[in-house]
Each structure stands twice: as C-alpha cells, then as structure tokens.
C-alpha cells in the first residue's frame, strides 16, 4: 500500500476554505492508515496555506472551474481541477506509488484506505457512485485512486476526452464515459456520501463533500473530528 495522496486547493475571500485546510490535514493524519508516502497539495491562485512546505506546490496561475470555460470567461482547455488530478497522478508515477485523491473539502473516516485497497488489483482507477439523490451527478470524484500502473494510461485517456469547455466534458462525465467503455479497468465504488445526504455517521467507512458548519459540528460531538 504506497501510495501517494493529493489534493487541489483553491479559495476565494470569504469562501471558508483556507480556515476548513488545517481540518482536512488532521482528518488525513488520523484516518488515512497506513499513512500516505508522501502528501501533495497543488494550491492555485498563489494564496499562503497553512501546511508543511515539503507538501505545496505553489502556482501563482489559476485555471478557474468548468464553468469558467464553459461560459468563456477562461480560454482553457482543461479546468484547475482536473489539471491538478493529472498532474498529481503523474508526481505520484514519478513516485513509484498508486493515486489516491481526496477533495480539499472532503473527508474520510473509519479505515478508508484499506477499503480502497480491497478492491481487486485488476481495477486501475476506483471511483465513486451516482448521485440516488440531489445534485443527480453521474459519479463521484471527491476520492478516487489510480494504481501505479495505471497512471500513465488514466492520463493518456482523460486527455483523450477532448477539451472540457463544451457541454458534456465535465469531470464526471468523462469518468463514466470511460468506466463505461473500460469496465475491466474503471470501478466505481458503492460506499460514502460525498455530497449527497443525509450522511450516516455511524458507517463504519465513509466520506463526505462539502460539509455544512453543523455537520462539522456533528462530527466533533461524535468524537470523530
């Protein structure tokens, strides 16, 4: 179990995200055993965080988000969401260790890693569910994993896919066009929330998306921040 764990970071002024990082950092150090051989968080925009240097990657750029492409407001092809998730991969490769990924505003609990890892070695990207209920979206990508040997052509397809500033190219979207066209290879996962709810804090294993003031504070009551 080498395996590298990455994560894109990214705030605006008033967003709660710079104050929510020391959390997600803590939350990896309880919960993600065995521990990660390394952690990198490229954070975009050229803000100042609160982690050890070792793990920054600082970039002064910033691709902005789907939307920004989609509505022509950035003239990229690929957002700083998915950029930051292949190039992460490919550090992680150059790391000789698998891909785990775990949004800046998500996490983990309970052993999550070893869940990861009892999913048959034949699969080279794990990935989550749909959405059963709002936002409706077609998958999960909060936390994912590519095998070490699996990276090079996870970012040989996902490029592949084209430019994400028109319709249908969003993140996840491209992950279960390929799930669906790679079924040996790409798995989704039937466990966790991500940003659906309500949340069941008593799974044994699980991990959620975009967590509201009280659910944080649910958390803490529970013992498991």
């Given at each position: 179990?080498?395996?590298?764990l990455?994560?894109?970071?990214?705030?605006?002024?008033?967003?709660?995200?710079?104050?929510?990082?020391?959390?997600?950092?803590?939350?990896?150090?309880?919960?993600?055993?065995?521990?990660p051989?390394?952690?990198?968080?490229?954070?975009?925009?050229?803000?100042?965080?609160?982690?050890?240097?070792?793990?920054?990657?600082?970039?002064?750029?910033?691709?902005?988000?789907?939307?920004?492409?989609?509505?022509?407001?950035?003239?990229?092809?690929?957002?700083?969401?998915?950029?930051?998730?292949?190039?992460?991969?490919?550090?992680?490769?150059n790391?000789?260790?698998?891909?785990?990924?775990?949004?800046?505003?998500?996490?983990a609990?309970?052993?999550?890693?070893?869940?990861?890892y009892?999913?048959?070695?034949?699969?080279?990207?794990?990935?989550?569910?749909?959405?059963?209920?709002?936002?409706?979206?077609?998958?999960?990508?909060?936390?994912?994993?590519?095998?070490?040997w699996?990276?090079p052509?996870?970012?040989?397809?996902?490029?592949?896919?084209?430019?994400?500033n028109?319709?249908?190219?969003?993140?996840?979207?491209i992950?279960?066009?390929?799930?669906?066209?790679?079924?040996?290879?790409?798995?989704?996962?039937?466990?966790?929330?991500?940003?659906?709810?309500?949340?069941?804090?008593?799974?044994?294993?699980f991990?959620?998306?975009?967590?509201?003031?009280?659910?944080?504070?649910?958390?803490?009551?529970?013992?498991?921040?």
């Open positions: 179990m080498r395996y590298l990455g994560s894109g970071f990214h705030s605006r002024p008033g967003d709660g995200r710079i104050e929510f990082l020391p959390v997600w950092r803590k939350n990896v150090d309880r919960y993600a055993f065995p521990p051989a390394d952690v990198k968080v490229i954070c975009t925009g050229g803000e100042s965080v609160a982690l050890p240097l070792e793990e920054i990657i600082k970039l002064s750029g910033d691709l902005g988000h789907f939307m920004d492409l989609i509505n022509k407001h950035k003239d990229y092809a690929f957002n700083s969401w998915m950029a930051s998730a292949l190039a992460l991969a490919l550090v992680a490769y790391n000789t260790s698998d891909f785990i990924y775990l949004e800046q505003d998500a996490l609990f309970g052993p999550w890693v070893q869940k990861l009892s999913e048959d070695e034949k699969y080279g990207v794990l990935f989550g569910r749909k959405h059963l209920s709002a936002p409706w979206m077609p998958c999960s990508q909060s936390l994912f994993m590519v095998r070490h699996y990276i052509e996870f970012v040989r397809l996902i490029l592949g896919e084209g430019p994400q028109i319709n249908g190219n969003l993140g996840e979207h992950f279960v066009r390929l799930a669906e066209r790679y079924p040996d290879k790409w798995k989704q996962f039937g466990w966790g929330f991500d940003r659906e709810r309500p949340i069941a804090y008593d799974d044994e294993v991990y959620a998306q975009q967590l509201t003031s009280e659910e944080l504070d649910t958390l803490r009551a529970k013992g498991l921040l």
